[in-house]
């Protein structure tokens, strides 16, 4: 039997290696929500053989993408695609703008949602990172950029969030099983 949730969206962010991925499929399962990632869908467009696919390909492998094409394929989801269905979003909003530009949305649309942080140690962080190892693009190099980059960019939409009351923080250095009972307490509360 599927839970209930009053948030129509559950957003979860936090460094790479974080579980993200991992607990949006699982949450995504408990509530019948849809599973949205701006990485998966970028990856969609670097395979098309386009001057937008091109271009995504040739930046796509450090693992952080414009603003713009990130803001792009978000609201696209949520006005379009994804728009009277629950979504568990992994992996947006990691620049200030696109925090903006989310909640913006959100309130147009008054959709209520939520902000899990998946606050991790950069031990485990790095640690989960190489040992994943995936499509080359988790090289000790671009695990760095990934975690810099956290630090001078995310941290801002992390406190955005924060000052409009939508972020709870999460310990993500806990097992899969624990991390996922408390995302389950807080989105089925």
């Known amino acids: 039997m599927q839970q209930q949730s009053k948030y129509r969206s559950i957003i979860l962010m936090g460094q790479t290696g974080s579980g993200k991925g991992t607990q949006a ?16 869908k970028t990856r969609e467009y670097a395979v098309q053989d386009t001057p937008l696919g091109r271009h995504v390909a040739s930046v796509h492998t450090t693992g952080w993408i414009p603003e713009w094409l990130a803001s792009y394929v978000m609201t696209k989801a949520l006005l379009e695609e994804y728009y009277d269905v629950g979504l568990v979003f992994e992996s947006v909003a990691r620049k ?33 990172q190489l040992n994943r190892g995936r ?10 950029k990934r ?13 955005f969030f924060a000052d409009n009351d939508k972020l709870i923080t999460i310990d993500a250095d806990q097992s899969i099983d624990e991390v996922f009972a408390n995302i389950r307490n807080i989105t089925t509360a």
């Open 147 to 159: 975690m810099a980059a956290f630090e001078t960019e995310t941290k801002e939409s992390l406190a």
């Open 96 to 128: 200030l703008l696109e925090a903006q530009k989310l909640h913006e949305i959100h309130e147009a649309l008054q959709r209520p949602y939520i902000v899990l942080y998946l606050a991790c140690d950069n031990t485990t962080v790095l640690e989960r």
């Open 135 to 144: 499509n080359g693009y988790d090289t000790p190099e671009n695990v760095e």
């Open 25 to 40: 499929e699982l949450l995504a399962k408990e509530l019948g929500y849809h599973i949205f990632s701006t990485g998966d």
